[in-house]
């Protein structure tokens, strides 16, 4: 039996793993067992305790998705996000240093500053311009002390579950006449659930082969747009009456500045671990599909 810890199930992520794993939707070739936890059953800033049941459990793999994911609070709760996006992740390492367990970590497009013009590659300058990246940066450099580390980059997370820009623009559409959104900045959504089985295939592989390919990789959805053509699709899909209007970010000021272009080059993680990646748009109509039955 493959002993696995998923930190974070309460997230997005963590939440569609957890589902995935409860429903059987990804079939493990090998019998594994999954601990999901929280902040209420797993407190990671309690590095003692955190040690103690890493010791008592023997896991084979730990997968962490808690995340302090508000951008722009961030700004003003650097403390906050730096004790769980980095000193959390630093916790788990120095619980694990000695242990055969392999680590996988979930970090963001936000350690780049956006200033590109062509898809970010792994081995790419680092230069996050807000609080919120750096603390995810900072978790990335105590992972990789670890010598059995992934590190996954994603971009644009939304789910059914939780907040996000996704959900958000949906119940607006519901409500208003018309919405204004930026249309200068440029990524990739990521669905969630994508993410949750490329993870699954991730393991799945490794167990198998009995081979981990460490190292940081990039996953998004396939694709591009702005969150203006991302909002218009959804408001379209929402069968709703609600107009969508382009606007430069300049006309949307907020605490933090955003990347205005933060594709992700995904050539690596699809060709180590095989990943066929679905566009953003057949998944934002899978997101649908799953939006209805909640």
Request: with cysteine; proline share 3%.
């Amino acid at each position: 039996m493959v002993n696995i810890l998923i930190t974070g199930s309460n997230g997005q992520l963590g939440s569609e793993l957890k589902n995935i794993y409860n429903t059987n939707l990804f079939k493990f070739e090998k019998p594994v067992n999954i601990e999901f936890t929280n902040i209420d059953t797993l407190d990671l800033t309690d590095s003692i305790f955190l040690k103690r049941f890493i010791e008592d459990h023997s896991f084979d793999f730990i997968i962490n998705c808690a995340a302090y994911t508000n951008v722009d609070l961030a700004e003003s709760e650097k403390e906050k996000a730096t004790e769980i996006n980095s000193l959390c992740v630093k916790n788990i390492v120095e619980a694990i240093e000695n242990s055969v367990t392999r680590f996988i970590h979930i970090s963001t497009d936000y350690v780049f500053d956006g200033k590109n013009h062509f898809p970010y590659t792994e081995e790419m300058k680092t230069n996050p311009t807000s609080e919120y990246g750096n603390s995810k940066l900072k978790g990335e450099e105590f992972a990789l002390k670890y010598d059995k580390s992934i590190i996954i980059r994603t971009s644009w997370l939304y789910s059914t579950y939780g907040k996000n820009f996704a959900k958000t623009i949906y119940k607006l559409c519901k409500e208003r006449e018309s919405l204004n959104v930026v249309f200068d900045q440029i990524g990739t959504p990521t669905y969630a659930k994508d993410l949750a089985y490329a993870i699954f295939q991730i393991l799945d592989q490794t167990i198998k082969e009995d081979h981990f390919y460490k190292g940081i990789y990039h996953y998004s959805n396939e694709g591009v747009c702005s969150w203006y053509d991302f909002a218009k699709i959804i408001a379209e899909k929402s069968y709703s009456k609600c107009k969508i209007y382009p606007i430069e970010s300049k006309d949307y000021p907020t605490p933090v500045k955003r990347p205005f272009y933060s594709v992700l080059n995904k050539s690596k993680i699809k060709q180590t671990f095989n990943l066929d990646i679905p566009h953003w748009q057949d998944s934002l109509n899978e997101f649908f599909k799953n939006l209805n039955n909640f």
